[in-house]
């Protein structure tokens, strides 16, 4: 595959995406207009680049969609559910056409037919004659519905030659679109001694009377765009070769021409409309005709152009790149910093402060652009929620908050499914249906509402739902049934509801296509915990449950506090450092419920010491207590010294440390040793837990 | 592939020796990645015994691991001629690299398949899912390591046990999170 169609499927694939959401929009708001141009754009441009890159299956599909959509944007014809199916599983068809050009596994040879065929039967509904469903390559034609004269300027820069084009190519591709007539400018050609035979300074204006909509005459351009100025302009909307008072001959001189241009214009001037496409418009200006800098013509609103330029693609390899890159400059950097500090110098200090400074800003840069918001995930569950409300006949109505939280593009990517799952389940397990809704007083559409927001150092996930809740004594009855528990263990809610992670437990009674395997919520969990997050469950009978994903936001690089116990040196994430108190180590070892009083609060803490088995003689006369916090929970960590803040660049500790979960990675310090980075949660997590077992 | 089919291949194999306390052992040249002088091991708290810690090799994490405690020795004694070996072995598919503490390392040797034993079968009490094979070199025996299944396992193993409790088909890999090596 070449990579001009290795482009187009990477773009189509995202023009797809944004047809289908747009698609959904237009299900909610049918009247809407500006969504059914959207709905139109989308497609033209799909279409476009479906029939330059050979997806000639692609083409002819969204070709029939939108000629339907047309005549929905002209008022001929009503946005129906049954436009809105046949196009959400053509979306679903183009997706598999993109893959299968030509149609040739047997699947979608037969979706393709029956998709056709429905097409064909909306088509027929409405009466479009064969002559206009026919039309090819001409929508615009019909929406600006008329012929008329265009003048182009083609002005080829003079290195065109240098790419092997040849500009007459270009020139005869124009007139071949209408009536025309070429005119070659050599006003640019240098005295004889001077010519360069191989640079290009002939240029061309052209008058062409076409039915051919700008945008098509700028295609004729496409490979060439960044080599010549070119300017389209519409002149009138008659033709002026079919007209005998026209003096052609006029034309021939470049000091007559634009102003004869500008009186035939002005024959007409109730038609004259200024369509204009250019890069470099210094041309538009001689032409008297006002410029206006709208590369899309009449599609899309302004604001969606700005968002067009506003952003650029790059290969997610190319910033993994830059991640390393930035990786190995702050671990570069501390040993900088280091260097400077311990060899006084005044200029190097300066720089060495400086390169921190900058480093940490590129840091955060490069950090920012490998995040993204996570509506990219949730866009897709508004698609999931809509076929799976129509397959099980239930009024589902999902809110979305939050869309904006942004998170590593691989977090969301990993996170994809556990997601869809734990949604199946709440729109197949948790909501009821209509009648038993409107029994139990409840409004008769059900709502899943999915969130996401940040807190500290962690993103939240939570997807909640108004349903039936969960049963624990049909978890209880079912786990004792499964052996996971034994009959008289005596759990409470949270543990109980924690047990639908467990493997192979799957309460629903009836097995469903939508969920309900008996697989699931257990490698959801695994999921999770392997992007070092959490996941809890809470559920009320008869009011619904919610399922809450905890994930922390820290990727490669973290800003850290670095702190030293015994010879060995360790990094506290600082999001969770809450504050730093000093304590006399003696109060701590007197003190057997292991809480202490800091800020007229009581603390319970963890004396690292003891809980890394540090050697007790070595132990200094002050402790240095840190403060961290996790869902509202404080717990003081005890260390010996606290170094000061550190930008730590995460390593992994490998498989052979897995068992020591406390430790989440390591870093490398200035001076080339190790640090280990604490995994404060699991900390926390481990002191609060033995504190139960303790009691 | 078995390392038996390996060496059919090529007559001529190259092996790395080192010492550990009074013992020689040999590893494949082919698993040595480089061989370091010892820097400061950054210790990971509640970590087994022969997990000796973690050291900076050019900006990753190696792992470091004692092999005398790892064969039930007594633990390295840090001298001028302590080397790390940095090996690269083969756990679950995966390539990863570790770090051997040994007490000195000798000599790259080329062997010569016939002079390869096969097996200890002379001296059974060398369990053999560890040990490759035996040469003899100037009246000295040379233990050749089965290094991959030695360091993928996480717990302390005695070569020369041969009963069924260290068997490596029972207790492989780095899964048992009970075994901490406090033996």
Known sequence: MDSYQEHYLIEATELISNLENALLVLEKTPDDKSQVEEVFRIMHTLKGGAGMFGFQKIEELTHYLENIYDLIRDNKLATTAQILDVTLSTVDHLTALLYDAECKEEINKENHARIKNEIDIIVKAIGITEATAERTHSQKEVVSNASALYHIVFKPNKEIFANGTNPLFIVEDLLALGDGRAFARTTRIPPFDKINPEKCFVYWDLLIFTGTPVEEIKDVFIFIEDQCEIAVNKVCAFNIFENNQIDLKLFENPKTFNSYLVEIASRAPKKKTEDHINKKSELSGNTGVVASTDDDLDMGNPKERIKNISSIRVASDKLDDLMNLVS??????????????????????????????????????????????????????????????????????????????????????????????????????????????????????????????????????????????????????????????????????????????????????????????????????????????????????????????????????????????????????????????????????????????LDGKQVPFLDLREAFDADKNTAPELTQIIVVHKNHKRVGICVDTIIGEYQAVLKPVGKYYRNQEFISGATILGDGTIALVLDTNKIIEQSIGQKIVAL | MNVFEQKEISAAQSFLSFRLGKEIFAVEVSKVNEILEVPKITKIPKSPEYMTGVINLRGTVLPLVDTKIKFGMKPVEFTVDTCIVVLEIKVDDEKIQVGALVD????????????????????????????????????????????DMIFSINDIIDLKETHEGSSPKKNKSIKNPNNRGKK
């Open chain 1, 328 to 597: 190995e400059l702050v671990t570069t950097q501390a040993g900088l910093s280091l260097y400077s500090e311990q060899n006084p110098d005044r200029r190097l200090e300066v720089f060495s402060e400086n390169i921190e400074k900058l480093t940490r800003q590129l840091r955060d840069t490069a950090f920012s652009m490998t995040l993204i918001p996570i509506n990219h995930l949730f866009q897709r569950f508004k698609r999931l929620v809509r076929d799976v409300s129509l397959q099980l006949n239930k009024e589902i109505d999902l809110v979305i908050k939050g869309g904006e939280t942004e998170l590593d593009k691989t977090i969301i990517e990993a996170l994809a499914d556990p997601l869809m799952h734990i949604l199946r389940n709440s729109l197949d397990h948790g909501l009821e249906h209509e009648d038993e809704r409107i029994s139990a007083g409840k409004n008769k559409t059900g709502t899943v509402t999915i969130s996401a927001y940040y807190s500290g150092a962690n993103v939240h996930i939570q997807i909640k739902d108004d349903g039936k809740g969960i049963d624990q004594e049909k978890i209880r009855a079912k786990a004792i049934e499964k052996g996971l528990i034994g009959k008289h263990d005596k759990l409470n809610k949270a543990e109980i509801l924690d047990l639908i992670f467990a493997p192979g437990l799957s309460t629903a009674a009836q097995i469903t296509d939508v969920s309900g395997r008996g697989v699931g919520m257990d490698v959801v969990r695994k999921n999770v915990t392997n992007l070092r997050g959490e996941i809890l469950v809470d559920s009320e009978v008869g009011k619904g449950s919610v399922v809450e994903i905890i994930l922390p936001l820290t990727l490669s690089i973290i800003d850290g506090l670095l702190v030293q116990l015994e010879h060995t040196k360790y990094v506290i994430p600082l999001e969770v450092v809450e504050k730093c108190h000093e304590l006399n180590a003696g109060e701590l070892q007197e003190n057997i419920n292991q809480l202490v009083t």
């Open chain 2, 104 to 147: 000195s390392v000798l000599e790259v040797m080329e062997i010569d398949e016939a002079q390869l034993q096969p097996s200890p079968s002379m001296d059974a009490k060398y369990n053999l899912d560890f040990i490759e094979g035996m040469l003899e070199l100037d009246n000295k025996f040379i233990m050749l390591l089965k290094i």
